[in-house]
């Protein structure tokens, strides 16, 4: 009505409509800015990658995530389990930035997260067989291990075990591939209640990130993290963390390999 009365206040208003709603984004993109800035020169970049069959247009995201892990940034990826905090495990100054962004949370144990089998043996003695890493790897299961010389002494310099991760996820197993190095990996929580599968959950982190992989919600099962199980000790097994994979992990470790449970080693 107003609108055949009288033409040019109408498009007065439609202007002010559309120009506010123009101005409340660049307000919302003004304050995600101030909020990465305060993280001095640091620009996080969000990216997100398509669903899973379309990997072959993962490859810019994989560059640039790689680009940033060597540079000795830390990032935030997807896993098979919950959203992850990574950085090159070997590199020492990028260790204690994670273990800087975890904050009160860090005192856990960061893990390595490898691309293939035969790396572990590089960075920790073996003491169990190889068909029993491959029956449970890729998979959404922390194995604890002994530490070799070869693994960064200044990640968790408390303990001489360490835990491996290969995650059944695609992107992770190209990062790690084209690393071609261990990640040091921990779970982008931003408290130690809630775990994250979706990179929205911990946007409080995001300013401290070189990159944040957004592979979309993981999954509400996995919320639990992975199954963490030492297996340090020759024959025996100890559930660090039951996780969302204990009742088939516990089949191939007892099941299949006759290993103990030992409730009480360290
Ligand atoms: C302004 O932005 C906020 C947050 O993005 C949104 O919730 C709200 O609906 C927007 N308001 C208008 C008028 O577009
Ligand atoms: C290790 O990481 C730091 C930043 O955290 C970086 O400046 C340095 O170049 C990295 N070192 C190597 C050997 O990659
Ligand atoms: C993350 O949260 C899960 C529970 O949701 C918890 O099991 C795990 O220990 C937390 N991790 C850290 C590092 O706080």
């Known amino acids: 009505m107003s609108r055949q009365r009288n033409p040019q206040l109408w498009v007065v208003r439609w202007f002010i409509r559309s120009t506010s709603a123009l101005l409340n984004i660049s307000y919302t993109r003004s304050q995600a800015f101030e909020s990465a800035s305060m993280c001095k020169e640091l620009k996080t970049r969000v990216l997100r990658i398509p669903p899973q069959r379309q990997q072959q247009e993962w490859t810019e995201v994989l560059s640039a995530t790689v680009t940033a892990l060597k540079a000795g940034q830390v990032v935030a990826v997807p896993t ?14 990028a260790v204690h930035r994670v273990y800087d962004i975890k904050g009160r949370n860090g005192d856990k144990p960061l893990a390595i997260c490898v691309g293939e089998i035969q790396d572990i043996y590089r960075f920790c003695k073996v003491s169990v067989n190889e068909e029993l890493l491959s029956d449970l790897l890729p998979g959404p299961v922390t194995l604890v291990l002994e530490r070799s010389a070869t693994l960064n002494a200044d990640l968790n310099p408390f303990t001489k075990l360490i835990g491996v991760r290969i995650p059944d996820h695609p992107f992770m197993r190209r990062l790690c591939q084209m690393c071609g190095e261990p990640l040091a990996l921990t779970s982008a929580n931003v408290s130690a209640q809630t775990s994250t599968v979706a990179a929205n959950e911990f946007e409080d982190l995001w ?11 993981i999954g ?3 919320r639990l993290g992975s199954t963490v199980v ?4 020759c024959g025996r097994y ?16 007892e099941g299949k390999y006759g290993l103990l449970e030992d409730p009480v080693n360290q």
């Open 220 to 222: 509400d099962k996995s």
């Open 207 to 217: 300013p401290s990130l070189a990159v944040v992989v957004d592979g979309g919600p």
């Open 238 to 253: 100890r559930i660090i963390r039951p996780g969302c994979a204990l009742s088939a992990t516990v089949k191939v470790l």
């Open 230 to 233: 030492d297996l340090s000790v």
């Open 80 to 93: 098979d389990t919950i959203y992850g905090l990574a950085c090159v495990a070997q590199n020492s100054s």
